[in-house]
């Protein structure tokens, strides 16, 4: 009787020390949990801000030499490919820009893309028209250039879609550019360019 009264005990005590083990590995668990969404949180919100910054640092001094570089043997290899009359290759190093040049954020590389596809030319590879492809190119430069308040930006779009001979989209640039320029020297130079293609400013 004693006997089993001790294991009876023994039982009672093992099933309470295992029940609070479970309880304090789950609450360590949760709480890594929760550590983790935090943690992921802080590196969510250290990411997206320096994303913001490269931006910044685009915007006001450029890209960096060597990634400059790189950008410029992309659309070497568009333009030899286009001298060779390899169309296959032209096409297949003109997609490889327009990608990363739209997960960049500089609207020059859109605007140089838009350029390259003209180069390329309406080839079957091309699943649109040149023109098609030049224009969305243009049109994505003009977002991001008017999103940065670039008045160069905004003009070298507009020489985009003048090389396509669409005038409305010509004079809508214009007249943004004159929007975006707030200082003499903008002011002129959208002046000029509005001469220069026979637009208007406002």
């Known amino acids: 009787m004693l006997r089993r009264r001790i294991l009876m005990v023994v039982g009672v005590f093992g099933l309470v020390s295992f029940g609070l083990g479970c309880g304090i590995a789950v609450d360590r668990v949760q709480a890594a949990r929760q550590r983790s969404a935090g943690f992921a949180s802080y590196r969510e919100a250290l990411e997206e801000r320096n994303r913001r910054l490269m931006a910044i640092e685009l915007q006001i001094h450029g890209r960096h030499e ?35 040049a739209m997960r960049g954020g500089l609207w020059r590389d859109l605007i140089e893309v838009g350029d390259a596809a ?4 309406d080839v079957p ?28 930006g905004v003009l070298r779009a507009a020489e985009g879609f003048a090389a396509l001979g669409d005038a409305g989209a010509v004079q809508n640039c214009v007249v943004m550019a004159g929007r975006l320029a707030d200082d003499p020297d903008g002011r002129a130079r959208v002046s000029a360019f509005a ?8």
Not at 125 to 152: H, I
Request: proline fraction near 1%; hydrophobic fraction near 45%; avoid cysteine.
């Open 66 to 100: 060597a990634f400059q570089r790189e950008w410029q043997a992309r659309l070497d290899r568009i333009q030899e490919a286009v001298v060779l009359g390899d169309t296959r290759t032209a096409v297949a190093a003109w997609r490889e820009a327009y990608g990363a």
């Open 118 to 121: 003209l180069r390329v030319g």
């Open 125 to 152: 590879e091309f699943p649109d028209t040149a023109a098609g492809a030049a224009r969305k190119s243009y049109l994505t430069a003009l977002y991001r250039a008017q999103a940065q308040r670039s008045v160069e």
């Open 195 to 202: 001469q220069h293609f026979s637009v208007t400013a406002r």
